[in-house]
């Protein structure tokens, strides 16, 4: 997955989509698989990206990458007592509201309130902490030293940086090449599929031992105290079998993410984790994707099982063409040594909106690329985020960026195309139409270039009646005419008195009401 961060509106619609489809259970009270960070701030759970603390992610020792956690050795020793996972209190105590008080309080004189009340216990409690409390934080000079990516940066920047930009992180599991919740779990139950790279937790094998949710550097690897198993962002991996997006990427409001298949050659993917400079973790990771147009490359994927439609998915994959053609989309902390698989287009705007606050034109191809460059501030932000503090990568994306806005004024404006503002970022003019196309006028399916499901050896693909989590004995247990492409008749006439929800067309009633019984109303 990429995600452009400055189409991102912070309105959090994917957070709320991806919680009522995946963890609206008890025990997930307080579990985001996908939740919207401001910038700055402390993110979730807090300050979760303070390694030191919380030990997440890899680290090289003599040559050799070994988990932050530690070996078998001092794993074991804290299996039972393990100072570094995060309590509640670092996530959030989560909490409703007593609207019961509204409707039974008694008539009188004062006005009554629905105090919160906690969901793990029932007693009354103070709300101090959420999911997206940076929201309206972001910024504020009392939470900057929260924030671990702006304590390593100096005083100055610290000081001036709230008068620089604020701008919307949407965060999933990351489904890296080298999972380290993978690497520490003790019973195996956390495994990342060979035909799509999803990482997935066996609910059957899991123990709760929770060193997955210490191992994991992005957080994003939650307990259920109510089953005593851990669970994570599936990357709606029932969705994806059956050619459809994520709920987060169909429910986006500003359509900033985008998906698609890489190509990459797992044996790359150890030397490349493993290189000792922080900063040539970027550039080694995308030594490890492949060129799908390579026709020995072709050969070579279908030879090992990968179907061709896979192959013309991956040819016509927007995911490559930002991060491999473009370069405009860069990892999340490639420092923590995972590799990760969800990448972000850093945001232009903050400089756009720095130009046109102190009068100057905030298009004009002189004032922005020397806006990028002079604008220290949000470029080494953006670098502590993306590129393990290397700012190369993301003045290179920004500088694109700016080149492709101010060509596409010219275009509107019916000016004279200037082909050295192409040539500056080594691009053509047609580049930057096409680069203009996919991230401002892209349709659903250019942005979402997502094939079937196949299984591992198989050269055909498989076919999918629908989601798997509907199969005898499963979680959703519907019965096949109930699945993601019913036919009508299906949904006129639900089993059982029942409407299924996921595939229901906005009409038809039958089966979301119970039936009518003599002498009742509805």
Known sequence: MVMNLDKCIGCHTCSVTCKQTWTNRSGTEYVWFNNVETRPGRGYPRGYEDQEKW???WELRHGRLVPRTGGRARRLARLFANPELPALDDYYQPWTYDYDELLSAPLGDDVPTARPRSLTDG????????????????????????????RAMNDTVR??????????????????????????????????RIEDGIVLVDQDRCRGWRMCVSGCPY???????????????????????????TVCSETCVGRLRYLGVMLYDAD????AAAVPGEKDLYPAQLGCFLDPDDPEIARAAEESGIPHDWITAARRSPVRALISTYRLALPLHPEYRTLPMVWYVPPLSPVVDALSGSGHDGEDPANLFAAIDALRIPVEYLAGLFTAGDPAPVEAALCRLAAMRSHMRRVNLGEPQDPRIAASVGLDERSMHAMYRLLALAKYEERYVVPTTYAAGSPEPQPVSGCSLDAEGGPGMLPDEEAFHAPPSALREPAAGRANLLTWNGRDTAGLFPPRRRGTSR
């Open 268 to 271: 790359r993917v150890g030397e």
């Open 219 to 245: 957080k994003k690897v939650y307990f259920n105290h109510r089953t005593g198993k851990a669970e994570k962002c599936t990357f709606c991996y029932p969705r994806v079998e059956a050619g459809e997006p």
């Open 159 to 192: 000081l001036e940086y709230e008068r620089a930009f604020m701008f919307h992180l949407p965060r999933i599991c990351e489904h890296c090449l080298n999972p380290s919740c993978v690497a520490v779990c003790p019973s195996g139950a956390l495994y990342k």
């Open 123 to 150: 007693r009354p409690t103070a709300v101090t902490w959420g999911p997206n409390w940076d929201d309206d934080l972001g910024g504020g000079p009392e939470h900057l030293a929260g924030d671990p990516v702006l």
């Open 55 to 57: 030990r997440g992610g």
